[in-house]
């Protein structure tokens, strides 16, 4: 970087990271005494210089450099900013002006910043640490705290990056903070869909999902229930709050149950379709008369699709949730072969990954538990033997030569062998499903 001839402060989430000792994805830099004109003209002879851009307005640049050591590093590029305000021009996100100005120093910079542990900079030539706000402090006595009152107001997706804090760093608000959230938490359905959900970095992942990911994704979702900000986000969840299950084995109340699975989850090292799944699994029980699942994979797609989840994603996910409350009374290589036929081998292993979540957030016998790992060895064991089209020692050609049509009635007849075969694995041999399907065909 030093290379560059630029006077240049790393900034923000990296400096954050640098002091816990973790790896940073993302490296920002300020550069102070250019406006955006003399950046680029700075950058240009290192490489490649993009125009970086939010919301449609300028925010600085992309350097891809021409140094084969730098790109090697820095593959997505690196991205420049001279130090700017925002000013605030209405209520939502994009109602604001990004104001840059070479006469800003590095700790006016800092000023438009969101909380105090991301207001650092660490100046690149000689190593100096800018910290006017005293986030280095706070980070270390693990406190959440706002750089100024406005903060959510200016920008409420902020919201959902803090309690993103709460469950990734461990960091609790300070009780301002925590006022400024419980104030500003209807604000929050002021924002994207895509920005908490579905995402627009690099990563592809919004503020929820990192949230999820994070290691207290529980401790997060109490807090956001607490303020205010939950219901604001996912107005799905507004009948699940403090919902009585009137059961031995249900024995909190609803929303403490999903976030026990949620949290449970996490434990595990779950994926981000089986946490999502764990949010909305049951979120249908105060509506659906008896017929959950169903009515919780309708309020989950619909959530996915507000908060603009990649297509793929939402229907595994709603998939996994109108599945997920299969009975565990007779598991065996059979019922093991039957799910994996039902439902693919990814979301099989994925439904008893969130079952055993849902168990661990209810008063349940160890049996329970036990039933749950032996289907897990039963789906690993069974997985070799046939259940999909594909593994059938027949095609679809095989049975036309037979007589048979295309179309639906070629369709028909191969789910039928295959059905066949999953309940007995010896049939899958050609000349035993030839016989069948020639004494089937009209």
Avoid at 160 to 182: C, I, K, W, Y
Wanted: hydrophobic fraction near 40%; aromatic fraction near 4%; glycine fraction near 8%.
């Amino acid at each position: 970087m030093r290379g560059l001839h630029l006077d240049a402060y790393l900034v923000g989430g990296a400096v954050r990271d640098e002091l816990l000792g973790r790896e940073s994805k993302d490296a920002d830099f300020v550069v102070p005494g250019v406006d955006y004109e003399g950046l680029h003209a700075a950058l240009e002879p290192h490489g490649k210089v993009e125009e970086l851009e939010v919301a449609g307005r300028r925010v600085g640049a992309r350097l891809y450099p021409l140094d084969r050591e730098l790109r090697r590093l820095a593959p997505a590029g690196i991205e420049f900013a001279p130090p700017r305000v925002e000013r605030s021009t209405g209520p939502g996100r994009h109602d604001f002006e990004i104001v840059a100005d070479p006469a800003l120093s590095i700790e006016d910079d800092m000023g438009r910043r969101d909380f105090t542990v991301n207001a650092m900079a660490r100046r690149l030539e000689t190593g100096e640490m800018v910290d006017p706000f005293e986030g280095a402090a706070d980070l270390k006595n693990g406190v959440l705290r706002t750089v100024r009152p406005s903060s959510f107001a200016e920008d409420p997706l902020r919201l959902v990056r803090g309690l993103r804090f709460v469950s990734e760093l461990g960091l609790e608000p300070d009780a301002e903070t925590l006022q400024q959230m419980r104030a500003e938490a209807s604000s929050v359905a002021l924002v994207s869909g895509e920005r908490v959900g579905g995402g627009l970095g690099a990563d592809g992942m919004g503020e929820l999902s990192k949230l999820l990911l994070g290691a207290e994704p529980a401790r997060a979702l109490r807090l956001a229930r607490d303020t205010g900000v939950l219901v604001a986000l996912l107005p799905e969840f507004e009948q699940a709050i403090s919902f009585e299950q009137d059961s031995e084995r249900q024995h909190l109340p609803l929303d403490e149950h999903i976030f026990a699975v949620v949290q449970a989850a996490a434990d595990a090292g779950a994926s981000l379709a089986v946490r999502l799944g764990a949010l909305f699994h049951d979120l249908g029980k105060p509506t659906a008369n008896g017929k959950h699942p169903e009515r919780g994979a309708e309020l989950a797609a619909a959530a996915m699709r507000r908060l603009r989840y990649p297509t793929n994603l939402r229907t595994y996910v709603t998939r996994l949730v109108r599945a997920h409350a299969f009975p565990l009374d007779h598991v065996d290589e059979l019922f093991a072969r039957r799910m994996l036929r039902a439902h693919g081998d990814e979301l099989a292993f994925d439904l008893v990954a969130h079952k055993e979540a849902d168990l661990r957030g209810k008063r349940v016998q160890p049996a329970e538990i036990e039933a749950v790992s032996r289907l897990h060895d039963l789906l690993e064991q069974e997985r070799t033997q046939p259940h999909r089209l594909a593994d059938l020692a027949v095609d679809g050609s095989d049975l036309i030569a037979l007589g048979y049509g295309k179309g639906p009635e070629l369709g028909a007849a191969l789910d039928a062998l295959l059905d066949a075969v999953v309940e007995d694995p010896a049939l899958n041999t050609r000349e035993r499903l030839l016989d069948r399907a020639r004494a089937q065909v009209r």
